[in-house]
């Protein structure tokens, strides 16, 4: 009778095992089998193999060339030899560009005249002042304000002994009334090098640096790009647009290589604008 008994025991846990069996089975099969993943494209970003990576122009790519100055060679024309305000027509891309001071470190700026007191702000009282007037003492040594190659270097009318110095980063500064100048045309300077002994030749009335800084030919405020009061390098971004024959700068905050090929040249306020305009439409 046990035995009976055993059997239907085996009998039963082998039922159960197979019901136990079958069911998983089902549930196995009802499970939906994982989509495949999806292959997005291979996109190879190539990083900018230059240190002097700041200048992106509003439809550059991080491929593009990143400074339309990066290639400047001490061949310049004669007219670049021999005019202060001469335009480059390979600087700027739809009459914009951008330079991001806060990527310069700080050997590769100089303030022209170091130690040096403001006599005379740019504009000035009769607004023609196309510099800003330096001054320490007589025969004090004039350095340049960033790398770069020097385009003039000359006797020129009212500005008497002047050099012009063409950057890498896209801006041009001039350094004017020298009572000698150290470098010429061609040279290669650096940041911080002797280019000239500072003067009263040409028109001026005492011992003082004349300091221009220039972009496609065009005077701006020099106190755009230097903290005139500190006597460091200003560390903003500024877009630059050719408006006629005149420059407009104005500081952006988003940093072109913050963002992968692209630049948001709006401000911060305008930006929101933007935001509710297509949060309303
Ligand atoms: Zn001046």
């Known amino acids: 009778m046990s035995q009976i008994r055993y059997c239907l025991f085996f009998i039963l846990i082998a039922i159960i095992l197979t019901a136990c069996h079958s069911l998983w089975t089902t549930q196995t099969q009802q499970t939906p089998k994982p989509q495949p993943i999806m292959r997005l494209p291979q996109v190879e970003i190539s990083i900018p193999t230059t240190d002097f990576a700041f200048i992106f122009s509003q439809k550059a790519t991080i491929e593009d060339p990143i400074s339309p100055r990066k290639q400047i060679t001490e061949h310049f024309t004669a007219r670049e030899k021999t ?6 027509p390979r600087l700027m891309i739809d009459g914009k560009m951008l330079i991001d001071l806060s990527l310069l470190q700080k050997e590769d700026y100089a303030f022209p005249l170091p130690g040096a007191k403001i006599i005379s702000p740019y504009a000035g009282r009769r607004k023609n002042h196309t510099g800003i007037d330096l001054k320490t003492h007589a025969k004090d040594t004039i350095v340049s304000a960033f790398d770069g190659i020097v385009r003039l270097a000359k ?22 009334h020298n009572s000698k100048n150290l470098v010429k045309p061609g040279d290669r300077v650096k940041a911080g090098q002797p280019i000239a002994i500072s003067g009263r030749t040409g028109r001026a009335t005492t011992d003082h640096l004349h300091f221009e800084v220039r972009v496609n030919g065009q005077h701006i405020n020099p106190n755009i790009i230097f903290d005139l009061k500190e006597r460091k390098l200003n560390d903003h971004c500024l877009s630059f647009t050719q408006e006629g024959n005149k420059i407009k700068v104005e500081p952006i905050n988003v940093m072109p290589h913050q963002l992968a090929g692209e630049y948001n040249p709006f401000t911060k306020k305008q930006n929101k604008e933007i935001v509710k305009e297509e949060r309303g439409s």
């Open 83 to 88: 005019n202060v305000s001469v335009e480059d």
């Open 155 to 176: 006797p020129y009318f009212a500005y008497g002994n002047i050099v012009v110095v063409r950057h890498y980063n896209g801006l041009e500064t001039l350094y004017s």
